[in-house]
Protein backbone atom coordinates (compact mmCIF):
# COMPACT_ATOMS: atom_id res chain seq x y z
CA UNK A 1 0.00 0.00 0.00
CA UNK A 2 1.21 4.03 -0.35
CA UNK A 3 -0.70 7.13 1.03
CA UNK A 4 -2.82 7.11 -2.09
CA UNK A 5 -3.17 3.88 -3.48
CA UNK A 6 -4.38 1.01 -1.32
CA UNK A 7 -3.74 -2.30 -3.61
CA UNK A 8 -1.84 -5.00 -1.92
CA UNK A 9 1.57 -5.96 -3.55
CA UNK A 10 0.79 -7.94 -6.79
CA UNK A 11 -2.61 -6.49 -7.34
CA UNK A 12 -1.47 -3.72 -9.98
CA UNK A 13 -0.56 -4.68 -13.39
CA UNK A 14 2.43 -4.12 -15.23
CA UNK A 15 -0.15 -2.15 -17.64
CA UNK A 16 -2.13 0.67 -16.46
CA UNK A 17 -4.76 2.44 -18.40
CA UNK A 18 -5.30 5.72 -16.61
CA UNK A 19 -8.57 7.72 -17.13
CA UNK A 20 -9.01 10.83 -15.20
CA UNK A 21 -12.63 10.48 -13.83
CA UNK A 22 -12.70 7.16 -11.19
CA UNK A 23 -16.05 6.16 -12.10
CA UNK A 24 -15.20 6.36 -15.98
CA UNK A 25 -12.36 3.55 -14.38
CA UNK A 26 -15.09 1.24 -12.81
CA UNK A 27 -17.13 1.82 -16.39
CA UNK A 28 -13.82 0.88 -18.31
CA UNK A 29 -13.14 -2.28 -16.24
CA UNK A 30 -16.82 -3.43 -16.22
CA UNK A 31 -17.37 -3.63 -20.06
CA UNK A 32 -13.89 -3.91 -21.36
CA UNK A 33 -12.24 -6.53 -18.74
CA UNK A 34 -12.39 -10.08 -17.54
CA UNK A 35 -12.58 -10.58 -13.83
CA UNK A 36 -11.96 -7.43 -13.14
CA UNK A 37 -11.30 -6.77 -9.10
CA UNK A 38 -11.32 -3.47 -7.42
CA UNK A 39 -7.86 -2.78 -5.89
CA UNK A 40 -8.42 0.94 -4.45
CA UNK A 41 -10.81 2.91 -3.66
CA UNK A 42 -8.59 5.34 -1.63
CA UNK A 43 -10.21 8.76 -1.39
CA UNK A 44 -12.95 7.50 -3.90
CA UNK A 45 -10.12 7.26 -7.08
CA UNK A 46 -11.07 3.77 -8.16
CA UNK A 47 -8.61 0.84 -9.76
CA UNK A 48 -9.60 -2.58 -10.69
CA UNK A 49 -7.29 -4.70 -12.15
CA UNK A 50 -8.44 -7.68 -14.28
CA UNK A 51 -7.66 -9.19 -17.83
CA UNK A 52 -7.52 -8.44 -21.77
CA UNK A 53 -7.29 -11.32 -24.00
CA UNK A 54 -5.47 -12.72 -20.73
CA UNK A 55 -3.18 -9.90 -20.62
CA UNK A 56 -3.39 -8.35 -17.29
CA UNK A 57 -4.35 -4.56 -16.97
CA UNK A 58 -4.89 -2.56 -14.36
CA UNK A 59 -7.54 0.58 -15.06
CA UNK A 60 -6.34 3.11 -12.32
CA UNK A 61 -8.26 6.72 -11.95
CA UNK A 62 -5.87 9.52 -11.88
CA UNK A 63 -7.74 12.76 -11.01
CA UNK A 64 -7.82 15.85 -13.35
CA UNK A 65 -4.40 18.28 -13.53
CA UNK A 66 -1.24 16.99 -13.56
CA UNK A 67 -0.56 17.50 -9.99
CA UNK A 68 -2.88 14.35 -9.37
CA UNK A 69 -1.29 12.62 -12.33
CA UNK A 70 1.73 13.12 -10.71
CA UNK A 71 1.05 11.36 -6.97
CA UNK A 72 -0.94 8.17 -9.05
CA UNK A 73 1.69 7.47 -11.88
CA UNK A 74 4.73 7.78 -9.23
CA UNK A 75 3.72 5.71 -6.73
CA UNK A 76 1.59 2.83 -9.45
CA UNK A 77 5.66 3.03 -11.40
CA UNK A 78 7.90 3.33 -8.36
CA UNK A 79 5.60 1.11 -5.66
CA UNK A 80 4.12 -1.13 -7.86
CA UNK A 81 6.52 -1.59 -10.69
CA UNK A 82 3.65 -0.36 -13.48
CA UNK A 83 5.73 -0.33 -17.26
CA UNK A 84 3.50 1.03 -19.36
CA UNK A 85 0.74 3.97 -18.57
CA UNK A 86 -1.66 4.76 -21.11
CA UNK A 87 -3.76 7.92 -20.05
CA UNK A 88 -7.44 7.69 -21.45
CA UNK A 89 -9.39 10.71 -21.55
CA UNK A 90 -11.21 13.48 -23.31
CA UNK A 91 -9.78 16.35 -24.85
CA UNK A 92 -10.74 20.16 -26.43
CA UNK A 93 -9.65 20.66 -30.66
CA UNK A 94 -7.78 22.94 -31.12
CA UNK A 95 -7.71 22.77 -35.05
CA UNK A 96 -10.16 22.92 -37.65
CA UNK A 97 -9.44 19.68 -39.19
CA UNK A 98 -9.85 17.94 -35.34
CA UNK A 99 -14.02 17.00 -35.14
CA UNK A 100 -15.89 15.76 -31.77
CA UNK A 101 -15.51 12.43 -31.24
CA UNK A 102 -12.11 12.21 -32.96
CA UNK A 103 -9.20 10.12 -31.51
CA UNK A 104 -5.78 12.00 -30.85
CA UNK A 105 -2.58 10.45 -29.95
CA UNK A 106 -0.85 12.44 -28.28
CA UNK A 107 3.38 12.64 -30.03
CA UNK A 108 4.49 15.43 -27.57
CA UNK A 109 2.94 17.56 -24.84
CA UNK A 110 3.36 21.27 -24.44
CA UNK A 111 3.00 22.98 -21.03
CA UNK A 112 3.60 26.28 -19.33
CA UNK A 113 4.08 24.00 -15.98
CA UNK A 114 4.31 20.84 -14.32
CA UNK A 115 4.77 19.20 -10.97
CA UNK A 116 8.13 18.52 -12.45
CA UNK A 117 9.50 21.97 -13.44
CA UNK A 118 11.02 21.86 -10.03
CA UNK A 119 13.13 19.29 -10.73
CA UNK A 120 13.94 20.57 -14.32
CA UNK A 121 14.71 24.03 -13.20
CA UNK A 122 15.71 26.43 -16.45
CA UNK A 123 15.17 23.28 -18.91
CA UNK A 124 12.15 23.13 -21.15
CA UNK A 125 12.39 19.34 -21.50
CA UNK A 126 10.23 18.46 -24.60
CA UNK A 127 7.84 15.33 -23.26
CA UNK A 128 7.12 12.98 -25.80
CA UNK A 129 5.27 9.57 -26.27
CA UNK A 130 6.79 6.22 -26.12
CA UNK A 131 7.17 5.42 -29.58
CA UNK A 132 6.20 1.90 -29.58
CA UNK A 133 2.55 2.68 -28.11
CA UNK A 134 2.11 5.37 -30.79
CA UNK A 135 2.92 3.52 -33.62
CA UNK A 136 0.86 0.50 -32.05
CA UNK A 137 -1.92 2.89 -31.62
CA UNK A 138 -2.00 4.42 -34.91
CA UNK A 139 -1.46 0.92 -36.38
CA UNK A 140 -4.84 0.24 -34.68
CA UNK A 141 -6.92 3.01 -35.04
CA UNK A 142 -6.06 3.13 -38.76
CA UNK A 143 -7.24 -0.99 -38.91
CA UNK A 144 -10.70 -0.21 -37.69
CA UNK A 145 -11.11 3.02 -39.85
CA UNK A 146 -10.81 5.15 -36.76
CA UNK A 147 -10.97 8.88 -37.51
CA UNK A 148 -7.38 9.58 -35.63
CA UNK A 149 -4.93 12.69 -35.27
CA UNK A 150 -1.08 12.31 -34.33
CA UNK A 151 0.33 15.35 -33.33
CA UNK A 152 1.24 17.69 -30.51
CA UNK A 153 -0.82 18.67 -27.44
CA UNK A 154 -1.22 21.40 -25.11
CA UNK A 155 -1.72 20.26 -21.11
CA UNK A 156 -3.08 22.91 -19.45
CA UNK A 157 -2.06 23.73 -15.41
CA UNK A 158 -6.05 25.26 -14.95
CA UNK A 159 -9.13 24.48 -16.20
CA UNK A 160 -10.54 27.79 -15.73
CA UNK A 161 -7.96 30.52 -17.26
CA UNK A 162 -8.23 33.79 -19.05
CA UNK A 163 -5.58 33.71 -21.77
CA UNK A 164 -7.59 33.61 -24.91
CA UNK A 165 -3.89 34.92 -26.59
CA UNK A 166 -2.29 31.32 -25.60
CA UNK A 167 -4.78 29.29 -27.33
CA UNK A 168 -4.21 31.70 -30.21
CA UNK A 169 -0.67 30.28 -29.76
CA UNK A 170 -1.45 26.71 -29.86
CA UNK A 171 -3.66 26.75 -32.73
CA UNK A 172 -1.14 28.77 -34.79
CA UNK A 173 1.63 25.80 -34.09
CA UNK A 174 -0.38 23.12 -35.32
CA UNK A 175 -1.14 22.17 -31.24
CA UNK A 176 -4.02 19.48 -32.01
CA UNK A 177 -6.39 19.42 -28.63
CA UNK A 178 -5.58 20.96 -25.12
CA UNK A 179 -6.25 18.56 -21.88
CA UNK A 180 -4.85 18.53 -18.44
CA UNK A 181 -2.97 15.76 -17.98
CA UNK A 182 -0.20 14.12 -20.25
CA UNK A 183 2.40 16.44 -19.76
CA UNK A 184 3.28 15.37 -16.67
CA UNK A 185 2.73 11.64 -17.27
CA UNK A 186 5.64 11.55 -20.22
CA UNK A 187 8.00 13.63 -17.98
CA UNK A 188 7.66 10.93 -15.38
CA UNK A 189 8.04 7.85 -18.04
CA UNK A 190 11.18 9.83 -19.73
CA UNK A 191 12.39 10.01 -15.60
CA UNK A 192 11.85 6.39 -14.86
CA UNK A 193 12.27 4.76 -18.54
CA UNK A 194 9.06 3.46 -18.68
CA UNK A 195 6.36 3.75 -21.42
CA UNK A 196 3.66 6.13 -21.68
CA UNK A 197 0.87 6.94 -23.89
CA UNK A 198 -1.91 9.58 -24.02
CA UNK A 199 -4.72 8.32 -26.58
CA UNK A 200 -7.42 10.95 -26.21
CA UNK A 201 -11.37 11.30 -27.11
CA UNK A 202 -12.16 15.00 -28.27
CA UNK A 203 -15.11 15.98 -26.19
CA UNK A 204 -15.41 19.65 -27.41
CA UNK A 205 -13.88 22.01 -30.10
CA UNK A 206 -12.50 25.85 -28.90
CA UNK A 207 -13.03 27.06 -31.64
CA UNK A 208 -16.72 25.98 -32.97
CA UNK A 209 -17.44 25.78 -29.67
CA UNK A 210 -19.04 22.17 -29.92
CA UNK A 211 -19.94 20.10 -27.10
CA UNK A 212 -20.09 15.96 -27.07
CA UNK A 213 -23.57 15.67 -24.96
CA UNK A 214 -22.98 13.47 -21.93
CA UNK A 215 -25.09 10.59 -22.85
CA UNK A 216 -23.13 10.28 -26.26
CA UNK A 217 -19.28 10.81 -24.47
CA UNK A 218 -19.32 6.67 -23.25
CA UNK A 219 -20.28 5.14 -26.27
CA UNK A 220 -17.17 7.46 -28.30
CA UNK A 221 -14.80 6.64 -25.59
CA UNK A 222 -15.10 2.81 -26.04
CA UNK A 223 -13.61 3.36 -29.12
CA UNK A 224 -10.53 5.20 -27.10
CA UNK A 225 -10.08 2.41 -24.58
CA UNK A 226 -10.05 -1.00 -26.70
CA UNK A 227 -7.50 1.41 -28.90
CA UNK A 228 -5.51 1.95 -25.97
CA UNK A 229 -5.39 -1.74 -24.97
CA UNK A 230 -4.59 -2.88 -28.22
CA UNK A 231 -1.55 -0.63 -28.41
CA UNK A 232 -0.32 -1.83 -25.06
CA UNK A 233 -0.06 -5.32 -26.15
CA UNK A 234 1.01 -4.94 -30.06
Given amino acids: MTIHIGARPGQIAETVLMPGDPYRARWAAETF ?8 EVRGMLGYTGTWRGNRVTIQGSGMGMASMSIYANELIRDYGARTLIRIGSAGAMQQGVAIRDLVLAMTASTL ?18 WSLLHAAWAAAQARGARAHVGGIYSSDVFYDERPDLND ?3 RHGVLAVEMEAAELYLLAA ?4 RALAVLTISDHLLTGEALPAEARE ?16
Wanted: avoid cysteine; aromatic fraction near 4%.
Fill in 191 to 194: RHKV
Fill in 113 to 130: STPSRGILREVNLAPAAD
Fill in 33 to 40: LDGAELVN
Fill in 219 to 234: RSFAEMVEIALEAAFA
Fill in 169 to 171: IMT
